[in-house]
Nanobody, 123 residues
């Protein structure tokens, strides 16, 4: 059984930075693309960023391009989301995701979810 464990959320002022981490365990991580979604109160869960199983390809939602960076460690078992120039509209619960087929993920295509970590950006 795959498990995804997020960490790194918190409260930050607008313009600040946070780094989220997600540790993958339970199966061979190199067969899965990994990514991040977020869900703000009253809104649907949305794709934020994805990285291929090898780490060589990254994909981003338009709302975060140029501000967020997704990466994987050399062992491919941990994925990071570096978030810079944070805005109040980035406030949401951030979920780690793993999928076998593609790093361009949708809510319905994800195979495994983490529990989520809260990110709050104050103005």
């Amino acid at each position: 059984q795959v498990q995804l464990a997020e960490s790194g959320g918190g409260l930050v002022q607008a313009g600040g930075s946070l780094r989220l981490s997600c540790a993958f365990s339970g199966r061979t991580a190199t067969t899965y693309a990994m990514g991040w979604f977020r869900q703000a109160p009253g809104k649907e869960r949305e794709f934020v960023a994805g990285v291929s199983w090898g780490g060589g390809r990254q994909y981003y939602a338009d709302a975060v391009k140029g501000r967020f960076t997704i990466s994987r460690d050399n062992a491919k078992t941990t994925v990071y989301l570096q978030m810079n120039s944070l805005k109040p509209e980035d406030t949401a619960v951030y979920y780690c995701a793993a999928e076998r087929s593609t790093a361009i993920m949708t809510v319905s295509s994800v195979d495994y979810w983490g529990q989520g970590t809260q990110v709050t950006v104050s103005s």
